[in-house]
C-alpha cells in the first residue's frame, strides 16, 4: 500500500495524537499536584519521588508502552486506542477524588500504564494512514498537541491556584472529559488499512526475535540512545528550571507560569514552521544534527555565562525553538519507519519503554546531581544533549519522501 497519492485526514491524525496531549498533560498536572498532596498528606519526598517514577512521566508509561505495543500489533491498533482511553479515565477519576495516599499512588500507576499504551498505538496509526509525502507532517500534529497539553494545564493551575487541591481535581477533570469523549470519537475510526493488509497477507510476519537482530536492533539503539539521552534531559531540566525562574526575578506564581507556556508555545511554532514543514521534503539527518547542535549551545549559555535574564531567555528561546524539530519529533517520525507494519507497535513501544524506564531510574539521583551546583549541572545537561546529537547525527536514517513498504524492501534488500 502506498499512501502518496491519498488525501489527508487530518481528523483522524488530531484523534490519534491526542495521546501526546493527555501525555504531556498528565506530567504537568501531576506535577503540580504532587506538591499539594505532599503539604496536604505530609507525604516524604522519597514517596513523592516514588510517584513520580511510576507515573505518566516514567517508569509507569514504560511498562505500559512494551505491553501495550505488543498487543497493538497483535489485536489491533483501534482496540487498543481506543479502551485505553476508559483505563486512563479510571485512573484519573482515582486522582480527581483521592482522598488518600493510597489512591494517589494507584491512579499515577493507572494513568502512566494507560498513556503508554495509548504511545505506540496512536503513533503507528499516524504513520500508517499518512500520504507518503507528508508523514512528517502528520507525526508533527501529534508533537504540537504534546506542547499544547502543558500550555492548557499550566493556565488552568495558574487560573485555579487559589483553590489549592479543588484546583488541581478540576485540572484533572478536564482530562477525564478528553478522555471520554476520544473514546467515543475513536469508535468512529477506521482500523489501519497496513495492519489489516498484514494480517492478511500469506507471509509469515516476522518474529518477535527479529527486533534483536541485525539492521532492527541497530534501529533500537539509535533511537533509544538519541532519544534517551535527550529524554534525561528534558527530565532533569524539571528540576533545573525552576530555579532559572527564581534566580532571574520571575518571583511570582503568574509570572513563571507565563514564561513556561511562552516556551511551549515557541516549541509548537517551531514544529509548525520547520518540522512540519520541512522533514518530509529536505535531509532529515541534516535537520536534526541542526536541532541538536541549537540545543546545545542554548543549554551551554548557562554553564558559560552569569544566569542574566537575557541570558535565560534566550537559553529558554534556543532550547524550546530547537526542540520542536529536534530529538523528540524525529522519535516519533523514524520509530514509525524503522519497523514492518507486523512489529511495528511492539518496536516504538520497546524504545518508548527503555527511554521513559531509565528515566524513572535516573530521576532517583537528579536530587544529588541538582545538589551539585547550578554550573556543574548545566554541563552535564549539556553533555546529555551532546551525547543525544552524536547518537543522531551519526545513526538518523534519510526517509524523507518514502513509502514504509518501500523503506521495509530497502531494509529487506540490505539484509
Known amino acids: 500500500m502506498s499512501g502518496g497519492k491519498e488525501q489527508d485526514n487530518w481528523r483522524d491524525t488530531i484523534l490519534a495524537g491526542l495521546a501526546n496531549y493527555i501525555d504531556a498533560g498528565s506530567i504537568v498536572a501531576g506535577s503540580a499536584a504532587l506538591a499539594l498532596w505532599q ?26 508502552a512494551f505491553v501495550g505495543g505488543w498487543l497493538c500489533d497483535k489485536l489491533g491498533r483501534k482496540k487498543i486506542y481506543q479502551w485505553d482511553m476508559l483505563i486512563y479515565a479510571a485512573g484519573m477519576s482515582m486522582l480527581v477524588f483521592a482522598v488518600a495516599p493510597w489512591m494517589i499512588v494507584a491512579g499515577f500507576l493507572v494513568v502512566g500504564l ?85 494480517q492478511k497477507s500469506e507471509a509469515a510476519p516476522p518474529p518477535l526475535s527479529s527486533l534483536f537482530k541485525g ?72 535537520l536534526f544534527i ?47 519507519e524503522q519497523f514492518p507494519t507486523a512489529l511495528r507497535a511492539t518496536a516504538q513501544g520497546l524504545c518508548f519503554a527503555i527511554v521513559r524506564i531509565a528515566l524513572g531510574v535516573f530521576s532517583f539521583f537528579v536530587p544529588m546531581l541538582n545538589a551539585t551546583g547550578f554550573t556543574n549541572l548545566a554541563w552535564i545537561l549539556t553533555g546529555f544533549l551532546v551525547i543525544s546529537g552524536l547518537i543522531g547525527a551519526l545513526w538518523a536514517p534519510r526517509n524523507e519522501g518514502k513509502s514504509l513498504e518501500q523503506l521495509e524492501a530497502e531494509r529487506r534488500a540490505n539484509a
Open 39 to 64: 503539604e496536604t498528606y505530609h507525604l516524604s519526598n522519597d514517596f513523592v519521588g516514588l510517584i513520580a517514577a511510576f507515573g505518566p512521566n516514567a517508569i509507569g508509561a514504560g511498562v505500559g
Open 114 to 198: 494507560a498513556v503508554g499504551a495509548d504511545i505506540p498505538a496512536s503513533w503507528s496509526l499516524i504513520a500508517e494512514q499518512a500520504p507518503d509525502d507528508r508523514r512528517g507532517k502528520h507525526s508533527g500534529v501529534a508533537q504540537g498537541l504534546w506542547y499544547l497539553g502543558p500550555v492548557v494545564v499550566l493556565l488552568m493551575s495558574l487560573a485555579l491556584t487559589s483553590l489549592g487541591v479543588l484546583g488541581a481535581r478540576i485540572v484533572f477533570a478536564h482530562l477525564v472529559v478528553i478522555a471520554l469523549g476520544l473514546t467515543l470519537l475513536r469508535s468512529r475510526m477506521k482500523e489501519s488499512e497496513r495492519w489489516v493488509e498484514a
Open 215 to 286: 539492521r532492527y536492533l541497530a534501529s533500537i539503539l539509535g533511537l533509544a540512545g538519541m532519544y534517551g539521552f535527550w529524554n534525561l534531559w528534558a527530565g532533569t531540566n524539571g528540576f533545573f528550571f525552576p530555579y532559572i525562574l527564581r534566580t532571574v526575578g520571575a518571583a511570582t506564581q503568574a509570572q513563571s507560569v507565563a514564561i513556561q507556556a511562552i516556551s511551549f508555545f515557541v516549541a509548537m511554532l517551531s514544529v509548525y514552521f520547520v518540522f512540519m514543514k520541512l522533514s518530509d521534503k529536505v535531509n532529515q539527518r541534516t
Open 290 to 336: 541542526i536541532s541538536a547542535l541549537i540545543q546545545v549551545v542554548g543549554m551551554a549559555l548557562l554553564a558559560v555565562f552569569p544566569l542574566t535574564i537575557p541570558v535565560a531567555l534566550v537559553h529558554v528561546f534556543l532550547l524550546q525553538f530547537g526542540g520542536g524539530f529536534g530529538a523528540q519529533s524525529f522519535f516519533q517520525l523514524w520509530s514509525s
